[in-house]
């Protein structure tokens, strides 16, 4: 007995229905995720370079830009001094607003919450964590 089955799988209309198609949404949405998931652990004396931190479609995908002259210096958490071009001292930044906050912030954000990160994207585009 032979048997013909032919399967027709919309996968571009399954993959638009969860984000995933060239409307870049579900890839938005993670950067959203990650920018809120980051603010704890950003640097903040009044606020400004947490606060105006913008999640962007580019032609490298969707990045998270902290768009302050001293994001640099504040991610790698060392001081520098003097005029264009500045220099790196080797002095520690001393970071305010909570034990949370400081260098690298990602890094340590996920750390701390790599499993809530998955677990909401994966809600969002309607699958599993793993």
Known sequence: M???????IGVQQILAERGL????????F???????????????????????????????????????????????????????PKHY????IQHHGGPMRGMEWDKRMMADQKEELVKSFADYVGG???
């Open 2 to 8: 032979r048997i013909t089955a032919t399967v027709n």
């Open 21 to 28: 198609g060239p409307s870049h949404e579900a890839e938005l």
């Open 30 to 84: 993670l950067g959203s995720e990650v920018k809120r998931l980051c603010d704890p652990y950003v640097p903040m004396q009044q606020g400004t370079l947490k606060n105006t931190a913008n999640v962007v479609s580019s032609g490298k995908g969707v990045e998270l830009i902290y768009n302050q002259p001293y994001a640099h210096y504040q991610y790698h958490g060392i001081v520098m001094a003097g005029r264009a």
């Open 89 to 92: 001292t080797g002095q520690a």
């Open 128 to 130: 599993e964590p793993k």
